[in-house]
């Protein structure tokens, strides 16, 4: 099985710009979540999709949102970038998102979104 | 809300000594526990987890966590470290296993 994909896996954008980026989840996982990865703040949360509902979502401004397809690939939106917003940003998946008890969360290699 | 403290940012350790990365935790619902490794470039990996049962979890790689509930603790473990074990080590908290909470991170640094 192939594991997570996320494209792009470098992306340069400038102030003021926005950006979107995706994730493929593993074939048959209807759980994405989305974290950001920055040298400051560590590894925060950012939102969860399951079956293209937004499950939860953790303290980021409203710049930042997402959405899940039908096919379960995610995709998630910064909009008027700053550049603090420079960051790895994680994707991960998982079959059924917690329901019914833990389902093991696998991660992407990640987008590295720099701004300038 | 849940929040995870890991208490040493940096762990320097000569290759086969044994090590410990220190996790401290705090939650007002019950968790599970992980701990997970990134390689530079690289994804998180999971190297083991606590959910319920047996508080001595052992995961890949040799590692082992033991979860004390008294002390809001889940110390991550390895008797001999080898080079490869050089990796940042994150430490998480979460209520259902999607929406993780993680440390700041503790960057291990086996030496020769």
């Known amino acids: 099985k192939a594991g997570v994909t996320q494209t792009p896996r470098y992306l340069i954008k400038t102030r003021g710009q926005q950006v979107t980026l995706s994730c493929s989840p593993i074939?048959?996982?209807?759980?994405v979540s989305w974290y950001q990865q920055t040298p400051g703040q560590g590894l925060q949360f950012l939102f969860e999709y399951f079956s293209e509902t937004q499950r939860n979502k953790g303290n980021f401004p409203g710049r930042f949102s997402g959405r899940q397809f039908s096919n379960s690939r995610s995709e998630m939106n910064v909009s008027t970038l700053e550049l603090g917003d420079s960051a790895l940003y994680l994707c991960?998946?998982?079959?059924?998102?917690?329901?019914?008890?833990?389902?093991?969360?696998?991660f992407g290699p990640g987008t590295r979104l720099t701004v300038l | 809300a849940q929040s995870v403290t890991q208490l040493d940012s940096q762990v320097p350790v000569f290759e086969e000594a044994p090590v410990e990365l220190r996790c401290n935790y705090s939650s007002s619902v019950s968790v599970y526990l992980f701990w997970y490794v990134q390689y530079p470039n690289q994804g998180l990996q999971l190297l083991l987890k606590y959910l319920s049962g047996s508080t001595l979890v052992k995961g890949i790689n040799g590692f082992e966590a033991e979860f004390n509930k008294s002390q809001t603790s889940f110390h991550l473990r390895k008797p001999s470290v080898h080079i490869s074990d050089t990796a940042e080590y994150f430490c998480?908290?979460?209520?259902?296993?999607?929406?993780?909470?993680f440390g700041a991170g503790t960057r291990l640094t086996v030496k020769p």
């Open positions: 998480a908290v979460s209520p259902r296993g999607n929406d993780m909470r």
């Open positions: 074939s048959g996982h209807r759980s």
């Open positions: 991960a998946s998982s079959s059924l998102g917690g329901m019914g008890g833990y389902n093991e969360q696998f």
